[in-house]
């Protein structure tokens, strides 16, 4: 949970640099009765945001995080077949590229530009990643 808090405010306040602490427990690891009175402010140039504030931005990081590892699984699919198109290009190859992979990186670099064009999880979600 840490991790995505100081995530949705680096949302809220993109030029922040650092100023924030978060804890998900108190010292003697027992939960926050309210989840904001985990977060220490130590920023004088913004203001402390609200919980409010701060889960309004829980649906865009999660959104990111969907996006960067549907891009991730494009690269994979592009880098482990990088070496078919290395080998075509070869002058003293006669290695032919199989339809299906020329087909499927194409997909692939279809799908990262799509990816990134999302802007709801309901978009990303009806991106089916397939490389049969």
Known sequence: MSQK?????RKIYPTLKGGCVYWETKQDLTPWENPIDGLVWENTEFDKPTWKQI???FSNVKLEESQKDKINQCLDYLLSTDWY?????DPSSSIIVPENILINRANA????ENIDACTSLEELNAININFS
Request: glycine content about 0%; hydrophobic content about 60%.
């Open 5 to 9: 808090v100081i995530e949705a405010i």
């Open 55 to 57: 889960e309004a931005q």
């Open 85 to 89: 198109i290395t080998r075509m290009i």
């Open 109 to 112: 670099r279809a799908w990262q």
